[in-house]
């Protein structure tokens, strides 16, 4: 692997940066609209680390356990995209969604599958903003929910190692509420960073055009 | 453009730069033009009259530099594609050729489908607060100070790089409170407790251990923080600073410690002189017994002098005994006892003291001046000692030919005793430590005692409810002893 | 007549959560519930169903060609496409089958155009 694919110069990870921006900028607006609250996102990270480096990223910042609604996508670049939060957060999210008529036991029973779908909600919408701006059309898995510590959240992906390189981008977003709060990640490994390099050009061509 | 429309213009940029006020602009996405005010005009170059009707965005776009057109261009490309909010720092160019630098705060309106028509902001000029900044950050770093601030009611804080480090965590600009309050010791307060109802925070500083994340490391943290008003959301957000203690603390407590032990054999030492001096006094008192019995028989004049001369030694042996045991008495915390006589006259008493004096010393003169109106309750004993160390000093270190004085007054509800003898000032060395024990006058002092006079007859003053004080001029040197007259 | 309309979903929570937006933009319309296509073509075949509302990600078939055998079977019925996957592609489909792509969060904002329009095709073709 040559040098040249590990790394992103500035105005390629400016757009990068824009892409996502505008993604969340859509997943926010959506999960704005299922709580009926006010949503802050932070400026989003991008980083190229080790798998194992950006499970410990999120895994310094959390001792207790995570939950995660993931989706695969795949096209012209692929990877895996997460909505994580901490485990507690999950049925306050559920219920700040469906409103305060159902009862409890319901709503345990509904858990899991309201946070597939808040995540197939907040993931789509994100991945889906940042397809239609480079052009390209990405085809993406149903959700699944996933909980556990950080390692357990990204060792999904194939069969690679831990040392393998991947591009990482998060942000973390707050909900008007003291326990609402969590991440949107994305993991993508090398060779779709390449191409991903490639559509990045383009979407930079057409912007400047 | 016409000359006075370019002076115009230079004279309010000049205004503009000196006052800092941001300018609005509103972009008209639909028809793809740019409406702004004349300070915008003013500091993007552009005519004002035509940008308050509306120009194309390209006259914008040519006003900024060019190693920052991509950026922007970007940025406001993802505006035009959905994202909500436009942050950016860029170059604006000078007509001189230069650049300032500027912020850009800007958030799109969406239609019903969600597609965005206008987007507005504004703009301010952060060249100063640019350099203000990167200087903070260098101190920062320097100094080890990490920064945060929190928005009241949010699980999230916004933190600076150096915050990261000292906490061992990776460097990210957002972070959740919990995180942080895990790395904090048990047994210590939180950096921000979300438990607390209305969120208010401590506002004096405090300190707190942690574990650091990355090597596990234990360290004391000091954090300062305060309330300030959020302009943006009329809530209020707690900003502040995080630095480390631990080595300051290392140092305190290694102080604490040599202090302690130094107090400590200290006390010892006053322990054993007490003891000493208790056990030093009965072999004594049968050496004077002894001394008594052999005077009544000696008959010739060499024996009788020799033991008279003994007697001597054993008397001011049994006296510096007597200041050992009162200066272990101070310092040992039980202080000196009294006896005191109630509705007792002094004055006989000082009279009796400055004869008494006066044989052993008859070229000394000795003035005394008595006012007292009031009986003044004082043990007599304790007093005596008290007065003839100080005449005892005063003819000592005082001025041979000049007299003494004594006078004594009751004014109010003090009564007032003062001694006063001539001579050179005292140097303000020895006068910081004269009521110290073991402090001499004169380095050379081969006169008598420990140097406990002084100590002592102080701790007499302090055990009767009063004051020791001394002054010292060119002329003339003074110690006044006041105490409260309704003392018990 | 009363107008029945069928809601597919595999999540229940967003058939929870569209039934509550429909029942308030017309609430005399009876609702129909089913939790995946092959469900949802057993009701379309034994009863009357006035308006599809499809959601695309399910699992085995998605709505997307849900929509196109309802279409082959009704070619007037007013269908619409939820999805949270905003991509041109999607959307482009949706509309070349004559139906409504709704985005989601579904709410009575997001569905009113496509429930309106509906009534109104409804009963402009009952008169």
Not at chain 1, 176 to 196: C, T, V
Not at chain 2, 118 to 133: A, P, S
Not at chain 2, 315 to 341: E, F, H, P, Y
Not at chain 2, 351 to 358: C, P, S
Request: aromatic share 6%; with cysteine; charged share 25%.
């Amino acid at each position: 692997m040559s040098d040249a694919t590990l790394t992103l110069d500035d105005l390629e990870r400016d757009a990068l940066t824009e892409l996502v921006n505008i993604g969340v900028s859509r997943a926010a607006a959506s999960l704005r609209k299922m709580v009926n609250k006010q949503v802050i996102l932070s400026v989003p990270s991008v980083e190229i680390v080790t798998r194992k480096s950006a499970a410990s990223l999120i895994g310094q910042r959390e001792n207790e356990g995570l939950i995660a609604v993931h989706q695969q996508f795949e096209g012209p670049f692929s990877g895996r995209a997460l909505l994580i939060f901490p485990e507690s957060n999950g049925l306050s999210l559920v219920r700040a969604i469906v409103g305060d008529e159902m009862g409890e036991a319901d709503l345990a029973d509904m858990e899991e599958e309201a946070l597939a779908e808040t995540g197939n909600v907040i993931l789509n919408g994100c991945l889906g903003s940042m397809a239609n701006m480079l052009q390209h059309t990405l085809k993406m898995s149903l959700p699944g929910v996933r909980r556990g510590n950080s390692t357990i959240l990204f060792d999904v992906l194939d069969n690679t190692s831990d040392q393998s390189f991947v591009l990482f981008l998060y942000i973390n977003f707050s909900v008007q509420d003291r326990q609402i709060r969590g991440y949107i990640a994305m993991l993508m490994d090398l060779p779709s960073l390449e191409k991903l390099k490639k559509l990045i050009a383009d979407f930079i061509d057409r912007v400047m055009a | 453009m016409r000359d006075d429309i370019v002076v115009a213009r230079r004279q309010l940029e000049l205004a503009l730069d000196v006052a800092g006020a941001p300018c609005a602009w509103e972009w008209d996405i639909r028809r793809d033009r740019l409406v702004a005010d004349a300070r915008f005009a003013a500091i993007t170059r552009q005519d004002a009259v035509a940008l308050t009707d509306g120009t194309s965005t390209n006259c914008f776009f040519n006003s900024i530099h060019p190693d920052d057109l991509k950026r922007v261009k970007l940025a406001v490309a993802g505006i035009m594609a959905g994202s909500e909010i436009f942050s950016k720092d860029y170059r604006l160019l000078k007509d001189d050729g230069g650049y300032r630098w500027v912020h850009a705060n800007g958030r799109a309106i969406f239609d019903e489908d969600g597609n965005p028509t206008m987007f507005v902001g504004n703009l301010v000029d952060v060249t100063e607060q640019k350099r203000i900044t990167e200087e903070l950050r260098v101190a920062q770093t320097a100094g080890g100070i990490g920064t945060f601030e929190h928005r009241v009611g949010w699980a999230t804080i916004t933190v600076s790089e150096q915050f990261c480090r000292l906490f061992g965590l990776h460097p990210a600009r957002v972070i959740p409170v919990a995180t942080l309050n895990e790395l904090i010791h048990p047994d210590d307060r939180r950096i921000i407790d979300l438990s607390f109802p209305d969120d208010h925070q401590d506002v004096s500083s405090r300190e707190f251990r942690i574990r650091r994340a990355d090597n596990n490391q234990e360290r004391w943290l000091t954090r300062r923080g305060e309330y300030v008003d959020d302009v943006d959301s009329a809530g209020q957000r707690y900003v502040g600073v995080v630095y480390d203690v631990t080595d300051a603390r290392q140092v305190r407590d290694k102080l604490q410690q040599a202090n302690d032990e130094l107090a400590g054999i200290a006390h010892e030492r006053e322990q054993f002189i007490a003891v000493l001096g208790h056990d030093l006094r009965n072999p004594l008192a049968s050496m004077s017994a002894g001394l008594r019995v052999i005077s009544k028989d000696a008959t010739d004049q060499r024996t009788t002098r020799v033991l008279r001369l003994m007697g001597g030694s054993v008397q001011r042996m049994s006296s510096l005994i007597d200041d050992l045991l009162d200066l272990a008495r101070g310092r040992l915390g039980d202080g000196i006892s009294l006896n005191i006589t109630k509705g007792g006259r002094v004055e006989p008493l000082l009279a009796r003291i400055v004869n008494e004096i006066l044989v052993a010393h008859p070229e000394r003169l000795i003035a005394t001046d008595f006012d007292v109106h009031r009986p003044v309750n004082v043990d007599h004993a304790r007093l005596e000692q008290m007065v003839s160390n100080l005449l005892g000093n005063a003819i000592t270190h005082g001025a041979s030919d000049k007299p003494i004085t004594l006078s004594a007054k009751t004014e109010g509800d003090l009564f007032e005793l003062e001694i006063r003898n001539g001579g050179t000032r005292i140097p303000e060395a020895i006068m910081k430590r004269l009521f110290q024990p073991f402090s001499r006058g004169e380095e050379n002092s081969r006169k008598q005692g420990l140097g406990l006079g002084l100590y002592i007859a102080s701790e007499i003053a302090k055990a009767h409810g009063g004051t020791l004080n001394a002054t010292s001029d060119d002329a003339s040197t003074s110690f006044i002893f006041r105490m409260p007259l309704d003392c018990q | 007549m009363a107008v029945t309309v069928l809601m597919v979903d595999d999540s229940k929570l967003a058939r929870i959560v569209a039934g509550k937006a429909i029942a308030a933009l017309q609430p005399d319309w009876t609702r129909v519930e089913a939790g995946n296509a092959a469900d949802a073509l057993e009701i379309v075949g034994s009863r009357h169903i006035d308006v599809a509302v499809l959601d695309f990600n399910m699992p085995d078939k998605d709505g997307l060609e849900l929509a196109k055998e309802l279409r082959a079977l009704h070619p007037n019925m007013p269908i619409a496409v939820i999805t949270a996957n905003v991509q041109d592609e999607i959307i482009a489909a949706v509309r070349a089958l004559n139906g409504t792509f709704v985005a989601k969060p579904v709410t009575e904002e997001a569905l009113s155009g496509f429930i309106f329009g509906a009534a109104l095709r409804l009963r402009t073709a009952g008169l």
